[in-house]
């Protein structure tokens, strides 16, 4: 029976170093958050963001911009920010009104402040191994993977999903640890493949976004399973991978929720401190 591998308690030491590296910074540092409009989602989102923040010694700016804000404003906003010296790090909340294109105006925001991970030339950083600023999720997942204590060196990483925030990122950080990876996505699926390469995998990692696409009984004998994925079914939270079947077979799993999840707001203010010591 597989070990539970929880986001909280890897968390909670991470928040101790980042506690830590605040208090050895010259100022405390500053994160402000950009939210268009008022979506339940990114209030939830900005609430946890906040809270956390406030535990770390960080400085939460929330800037309330109104729905019919233009891309025009917001990029105008986002140059502001980045030519503030107290401001550190800058977040756009998701989901954004129809009217703006994430991808556009997320790029206006300098590769030093860009706490998400997502600006070009921090994911082209990862390419060449030299990233301090790392994609949130991504980072989790590798956080993950390091309390298992396991090795990843020649192992089979199998990543189903190729997102940009998630798979992308996630399969060139297992390679620079010279893990053998493979990525699944859509045409792995089509071409009816996907089960062939889960029964390979050493290391799984699924961030697809549908409820028990991984049967438990692809899992291999002994495999680290990550499950990213997030899915509402009949009022419970679920993964990708039907969890009782799989936890038979891994030798750590991660349970949904309460796994990846924690662990991504750690990651985000672990990027501002790190975004903090470039700046200084
Ligand atoms: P995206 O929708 O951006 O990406 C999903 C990926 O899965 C795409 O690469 C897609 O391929 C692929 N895919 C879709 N269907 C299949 C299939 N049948 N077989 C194989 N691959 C498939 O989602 P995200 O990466 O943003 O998120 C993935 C999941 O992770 C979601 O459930 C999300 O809620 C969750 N998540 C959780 C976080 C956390 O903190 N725990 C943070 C971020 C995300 P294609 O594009 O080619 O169709």
Redesign the pocket.
């Known amino acids: 029976m597989a070990k539970l591998l929880e986001g909280k308690p890897i968390a909670e030491k991470i928040k101790e170093e980042i506690k830590q590296e605040v208090q050895a910074l010259k100022h405390k540092p500053v994160l402000a958050s950009i939210m268009a409009g008022e979506n339940a989602g990114a209030v939830s989102y900005v609430k946890s963001q906040t809270k956390v923040a406030e535990n770390l010694g960080i400085e939460y700016k929330l800037h309330n911009l109104a729905q019919d804000t233009s891309e025009a404003t917001l990029i105008d906003f986002i140059k502001k920010l980045n030519a503030d010296k107290s401001v550190n790090g800058i977040i756009i909340q998701m989901p954004l009104p129809a009217q703006i294109d994430y991808k556009k105006i997320s790029q206006f925001i300098l590769p030093e402040k860009d706490v998400e991970g997502m600006h070009p030339v921090n994911i082209g950083k990862i390419v060449f191994g030299k990233a301090k600023i790392l994609p949130c ?1 991504a980072a ?1 997942v590798m956080e993950l993977l390091k309390e298992t204590g396991v090795d990843l060196y020649g192992k089979e990483a199998v990543v ?4 940009e ?3 992308k990122p996630l399969s060139l950080l297992l390679l620079d640890k010279f893990a053998t990876v493979t990525v ?6 089509k071409a009816g493949k ?1 089960e062939e390469h889960v029964r390979t995998a050493e290391i799984l990692i699924v ?4 409820a028990g ?1 991984i049967k438990g009984d692809w899992v291999k004998e002994g495999a680290i399973v990550i499950d ?4 509402r079914v009949a009022d419970k939270i679920v993964g ?1 991978l039907e969890f009782e079947p799989a936890e038979k077979h891994a030798s750590w799993i991660t349970p949904v929720p309460g796994g ?2 924690p662990l ?1 707001v750690t990651m985000l203010m672990r990027n501002l401190v790190e975004a903090a010591k470039l700046q200084q």
Do not use: R
């Open positions: 999720t989790a189903v999903g190729h997102s925030i998630v798979g699944c996505h859509i045409g792995t699926s996907l961030a697809v976004g549908k696409l990213v994925g997030i899915n990708d990846v999840g991504t």
